[in-house]
């Protein structure tokens, strides 16, 4: 591939960027200078390395905000937004209204995203409604404006109710009433509580990390359920010897030896690792000394583990994540004591958004199991039972790569078929759900705080400095400073009130402003059991 030099350009810095570029190219096996030159506070020049790849928007070109870019670009305001989307609802049949919902990237968009980076929210978006779904078909959203900052989605083609869109718009802060004819025919057209479109950032953000992915997953409490829920049953594929599996003393995130199990699925398989942590209870942590899981060859001789992580391949080729302990009760967070993310700010392991970036391309490749040969070369020191169960269970890592390779070509397959551009192509360092996360929960500077409002930069400082409430609270960003994410989604609701864009949807005023809240739009209670198709056709 052709490379070409950067020339340096006027950046807006994002804090933690260099730093999330740096872990991100190191982690996965990128070399961070090839990635970041320089980097400097608000206003300063920003270099990118020597070179870089057109087709893949590097974590340093994710960070910058030209505000040449948004001056030459057409503002798309609130209004304008609210006027497409009808224009686009009414060209659908009254039934296709009712489930036509709205991702939007215009507070990218006017903030002066580049288009690299406008596409990896594109990819993003694509990626997180089909990564939602138990649907057998991928289906990209439609973009329904020129600049493709309004996306498309018809709720049904992922098996979500109208009555879980209202449970996931009832979680967005950003949602604003504004009162205006468009946005009234709009909620009328499509029969909601609250308001049929999302913001990308917020929406791939929180879609995919827990509460709302373990509820539009409907991931249930336990993993033998889940199990179940796929027509797996592990403890019979390991007594039986139809699992493989392979340990190794060195992985990217957990500081401890590391399982990893496949099981045969309905849609390409199953896989599951066992993590440990420093300081088991009894000490059997140690895979070259218990290989074997004391669930289903007792305590003698069982290793014992403290969580794990599992990934099933959907319906449609992408990957549902879980996580849980080692009783098999779900966690929404690993234990920091097992695992750890290293590019996000606290470290934990979240499931579901965690789990993307080092997934990118399906399961982690390159891993060689050590316990099979160690049991070769060191029979003498075991049981000659334990030896014939270590070599059922171990096979030679060759035999493990038709599986990996077979997940993994139904999992690129399917992302292909998302629709833009470069959504195969994703790398670790470069994939699109992490780079839109951590740009969502990433420091504001002043571009993109008035574009989060639908305001240009100088009407947000004026808001700022006619307000002494919010001047004690954002005047760092007059002098160059940014503000953390939560303290700008605390005071949402304060700004677009005095600023006369309208009122946020939150908990406290959404029964005042609906007239009735849930009694206007009743929500459909899902189903007790997850109706999962059969498995992959012959």
């Not at 507070?107 to 990819?123: C, I, V």
């Not at 399917?414 to 629709?419: H, I, K, N």
């Amino acid at each position: 591939m052709r490379k070409v030099k950067s020339a340096p350009v006027q950046a807006y810095w994002i804090a933690g960027t260099v730093f999330i570029a740096a872990v991100l190219a190191t982690r996965c096996g990128t070399d961070p200078s090839s990635l970041i030159k320089t980097a400097g506070p608000q206003g300063s020049t920003f270099s990118i390395g020597k070179t870089f790849e057109p087709n893949r928007p590097f974590v340093a070109q994710f960070a910058i905000l030209d505000q040449s870019l948004a001056a030459a670009r057409t503002r798309i305001s609130l209004g304008d937004e609210q006027r497409l989307i009808l224009a686009d609802l009414q060209k659908l049949t009254p039934e296709q209204q009712l489930f036509a919902r709205y991702l939007t990237l215009d507070n990218q968009w006017n903030a002066g995203a580049p288009d690299n980076r406008m596409q990896a929210f594109r990819n993003a978006a694509a990626k997180a409604v089909n990564s939602l779904s138990y649907q057998r078909q991928i289906v990209p959203p439609v973009a329904i404006n020129p600049q493709r900052t309004i996306l498309r989605i018809d709720i049904r083609a992922y098996g979500w109710s109208r009555g879980l869109w209202e449970v996931i718009s009832q979680q967005d802060p950003y949602a604003t009433f504004t009162g205006t004819h468009e946005e009234t025919e709009i909620r009328q057209r499509t029969q909601v509580g609250r308001l049929p479109y999302a913001r990308v950032d917020w929406f791939v953000d929180s879609a995919l990390q827990a509460p709302l992915y373990n509820t539009i997953m409907e991931i249930p409490g336990n993993l033998r359920q889940l199990e179940f829920e796929f027509g797996i049953d592990s403890d019979r594929d390991i007594q039986s010897g139809q699992v493989m599996r392979a340990g190794f003393n060195n992985s990217g995130v957990s500081s401890q030896n590391r399982l990893v199990e496949w099981h045969p699925g309905p849609f390409g398989g199953y896989w599951k690792s066992y993590d440990f942590a420093p300081e088991n209870g009894n000490g059997r942590r140690n895979l070259f000394e218990f290989p074997l899981d004391a669930r289903n060859f007792g305590n003698q001789v069982g290793f014992d583990f403290a969580a794990g992580e599992m990934i099933f391949q959907l319906p449609n080729g992408l990957s549902l994540y879980m996580l849980a302990d080692n009783l098999g009760r779900r966690l929404d967070q690993a234990l920091s004591a097992v695992v750890q993310d290293p590019v996000r700010p606290d470290a934990n392991v979240r499931n579901g958004i965690s789990c993307f970036r080092c997934h990118n391309a399906g399961m982690v490749k390159g891993f060689k199991d050590e316990i099979g040969p160690h049991f070769a070369k060191n029979a003498f020191a075991f049981s000659q039972q334990e030896a014939q169960i270590v070599r059922a269970l171990y096979p030679p890592t060759a035999q493990m790569q038709p599986k990996l390779a077979a997940y993994d070509q139904r999992f690129d397959a399917a992302l292909a078929q998302t629709g833009f551009p470069w959504a195969g192509n994703d790398s670790p360092s470069t994939e699109s759900v992490t780079l839109t996360a951590l740009q969502f929960e990433g420091e504001l500077t002043v571009p993109a705080a008035a574009a989060e409002l639908g305001l240009d930069i100088n009407q947000f400082l004026t808001l700022i400095q006619r307000s002494d409430f919010l001047a004690r609270r954002f005047g760092g960003l007059t002098t160059g400073s940014s503000i953390k994410r939560q303290v700008f989604e605390d005071n949402y609701e304060f700004m677009v009130e005095i600023s006369g864009i309208g009122r946020a949807f939150n908990r406290r005023n959404f029964f005042s402003l609906t007239g009735g809240g849930d009694n206007e739009y009743q929500l459909q209670p899902p189903p007790a059991v997850r109706q999962i198709p059969e498995g992959l056709p012959e």
